[in-house]
């Protein structure tokens, strides 16, 4: 199964729900988009669910970090929640894990943006 | 494909395209060999992302997805490891020259991970360059006796 992406709102801050693979090609591709379109919106406040997310490469971290940056960069927020073990080991042997906002529950994420 | 059955070692081995399909159909091929190893659950979650990574420089950055170069992976199994070789015919790299993606000025970069991965998920690691063109990576996992 390749990557599935649906966002809703709560308040102010918009949840990314991704399930699936993030694998380089149309995984990590429709990833970079809908954050990319997220931001272009003006969108500053968003919460990655990678709950439902059973794998992630290389390339699919390169996207995490990515997404981090560009949010940062126009002056907005991007944290995760939800990590499963195996994506919560790649960002920790990669060094990423300190680097992201990682949350474990919804409604305690959402405060954390306020 | 090729199958060589000689002693307790098996070998299989295909010649695949220069697309991201053939990403798939390695794991799928190494990992086949691996599960009926008796390799354990991790394990081949380990071993399948090591081949996928290996299987996308080779594509990608080796191979730079040209229709007239293929990707020649080969499985083999021997009753203490798993030995994997897969070999691209593009113009190589330089292994010392992979920025260490754990380095500080490094960590925000969006790529340079996919070597250190299959570092950290395999037991053995091995590059060279082939001649003319081309670079062959070899990979091992061992069998953890019970």
Known sequence: MSVKLSSRQVGDVAVLDVSGRITLGEGSSALRDTLRDMVSKGQKKILLN???VSYIDSSGIGEL?????????????MKLLGLTKRVKDLL??????????????EAGAIRSFA | MGKNTGGEA???????????????????LVLDVAQKAGFPEEDLHKIGMAVRESMVNAVVHGNQYSAHKKVHVSVSKAPDRLTVTIADQGKGFDL???????????ILRF?????????AFMDE????????LGTEVTLVKYLERK
Not at chain 2, 10 to 28: G, I, P, R, Y
Not at chain 2, 96 to 106: C, G, I, R, S, T
Not at chain 2, 111 to 118: P, T, V, Y
């Open chain 2, 111 to 119: 790529s340079g991970r996919g070597m250190f991965l299959i570092r």
């Open chain 2, 96 to 106: 010392e020259k992979v920025p260490d993606p754990l380095a500080d000025q490094n």
């Open chain 1, 92 to 105: 920790q042997i990669t060094k990423l894990y300190t680097v992201f906002d990682v949350h474990d529950d």
């Open chain 2, 10 to 28: 098996e070998t299989v081995d295909e010649f695949l395209d220069s697309t991201l399909d053939s990403v798939d159909s390695a794991e799928n």
């Open chain 2, 125 to 132: 690691l091995q590059v060279r360059r082939l001649s003319p």
């Open chain 1, 50 to 52: 990678l709950g439902e």
């Open chain 1, 65 to 77: 970090v990515s997404g981090f940056t560009t949010v940062a960069n126009h002056g907005g927020q």
